[in-house]
């Protein structure tokens, strides 16, 4: 039996739980610019918010309703994802995390009665709500793609919260095939057009026509929502093979110093979440996207990018930033407002793993891995972003606004919650 | 034998400490081949986090604000460690959501009725009734508190 668990209304939860207050009143959560809405509660949704939806658009909505409005707190809400999926390790040793708030889990117990697992669905389910304050629902299947449809069923019927579902729920005869797992609007309309649009429509077309028209990926759906299980968790990601610093500015940026200035402050986090993998970028690529409605005339790109191979695989942020400062001098085109920019790091690989190349002394980079090392141990001690690099600059102003950003509760020792 | 060191019973070229020692600052100590008696006895260094946190998962630090709990060890700016896991039971300090605002008080069970008792003579125990909106947060496990400004 598989299990999803998936939070509700994850970001808006987290902000609950250190403000009851905001508890079965309307909540939204910002993107990272204040731009547009991320997450809602269900008050929010009945109030006809749309996920997406720009900020500016629903201020009087806003204001009439007293909806309570959050920049995304992503250092939060990151600790209480690992919260709730600690929970959910400690019950179940299968588990795969799927995304910062949903997760798999496999429940091997062949004897176990549908009513012994769904009675440990609803006893996990009651944990998690008491030990990290963050409720969540549990969808019941043999496969994934039936679990996942169930959890769709635990969050709108199910006061409990924990639904299951199998191969020949009366309910498969009702729900849209739109609902499930991976099938997107192109799907939606190709299944319309030969007059499948109910998911147990679906489950009688055949395997040959299905494969024919849909390919393996198509037959494995066909065959999940028969209750023949095609995934099985996935392992861990030991390690990546790529990682992205990106972000959009607060204000259009236009002269090559203040862009440099931005992507130095990426390469600085790139430079961080490559050593807390204990990995090193063999080669990267910056990015930088134009405000496209904002564009010169001349019909130049609205996003350009160049990448370069490093003459030795690095982690040292001191390098990154150089390199991505040389780019940004090959992108940037005066005139240009630039509204985003990010740097990639791909070619990835483990931290001690040997190279060598014959022209470059190793020894100052030796060095300087040493100097990483403390500033790690300096800014991990101290806060972040207590010591950095002068290329990083001291005023940004194309920071993100996040003017309405809740406390890091769980992570900063300044800003806990008083009582 | 001028080129060698005898440390112990092992032999170690000099050139090679020398080389170490002056290239390659990473290596914190060079054991020339001595090991040390204590070695067979180390153990972890004690660790509060060990100590203080049963539940990770669950455990949150939350910062006290006024004096109702005084007489319980607890002052404005100590650090609570507040384990939300926990069933509270009668006498347990709890953190508590009352009627739209927070509490830090000792939750009570007495003859039947709930009390939220301030451990400081000048604040009155508050009784819970059925028409309050009340929550407990967490369980206070441990108090962290700094005897003087530092």
Redesign the interface.
Known sequence: MYLLADCNNFYASCERVFNPRLCGCPVVVLSNNDGCVVARSNEAKALGIAMGEPFFKIKSLVQEHKVAVFSSNYTLYADMSERVMNVLQAHCPHTEVYSIDEAFLHLRQPGASLADQLEFATTLRAKVGKNTGIPISIGLGPTKTLAKLANHLAKKRSPAGVYPLDANSPELAELDVAELWGVGPAYQRRLAAVGVTRVAELAQVSEGWMQKEFGVVGLRLLKEIKGQACYDLEPPVESRKSMVVSRSFAQDVQDLPALQEALARYATRLGEKLRHYEQQAGAITVFVWANRYKAPADGSLHCSAQSVELPLATSNTNELIHWAGRIAQHLYRPGVRYKKAGILATALRPQNSLQTNLFVDEQPSLRSAQLMQTLDAINKKMGRNQVYFAACGNQPQWGPKAERKSKRYTTCWGELLRV | MSSANSVGDTRVPVIKISRIRT????FQSVHAGFPSPADDYLEEKLNLDNYLIK????T??????GDSMTGAGIYPED??IVD??LQAKSKDVI?A?LD?D???KRLVYEQGRCWLRPENPQFTAIEVIAENDF?V?GVVTHVIHQPYEL
């Open positions: 290239e390659l600052p990473y539940n990770p998962a669950s949150f630090f939350i910062r006290a604000d650090i609570l939300r896991s953190v959501w739209g927070f509490t830090l929550r947060w």
